[in-house]
């Protein structure tokens, strides 16, 4: 069992920022994908930004430039910085954690509204 704890939410104006956090415990395996999807008003959950223990990233072409997902020293911690915020980019952001072969762990989720 994976368990994320997710942090960093809020509101934040149009052209804001906000940087978010998860952070992973139980059985974590060397080889993973950590990263985050994003759930707007009457959306299906999509790709945010994803990256692997090896340090590939993979990202949705709507944040491209805007968004940049890291991890931490601990290496069972991302963030995800986001940039350049506008009204497309509120939703609940989920972090997520899988390998190749096991199943997806997801955390609670965490609000973002950009709203003027």
């Known amino acids: 069992q994976v368990q994320l704890v997710e942090s960093g939410g809020g509101l934040v104006q149009p052209g804001g920022s906000l940087r978010l956090s998860c952070a992973a415990s139980?059985?974590?395996?060397?080889?993973?994908?950590m990263g985050w999807y994003r759930q707007g008003p009457g959306k299906q959950r999509e790709l945010v930004e994803t990256?692997?223990?090896?340090?590939?990233?993979n990202y949705a072409d709507s944040v491209k430039g805007r968004f940049t997902i890291s991890r931490g020293n601990a290496k069972n911690t991302v963030y995800l910085q986001m940039n350049s915020l506008n009204s497309e980019d509120t939703a609940v952001y989920y972090c997520?954690?899988?390998?190749?072969?096991?199943?997806?762990?997801w955390g609670q989720g965490t609000q973002v509204t950009v709203s003027s």
């Open positions: 139980g059985s974590i395996f060397s080889i993973y994908a």
């Open positions: 990256i692997t223990s090896g340090g590939s990233t």
């Open positions: 997520n954690y899988h390998t190749a072969i096991g199943p997806h762990y």
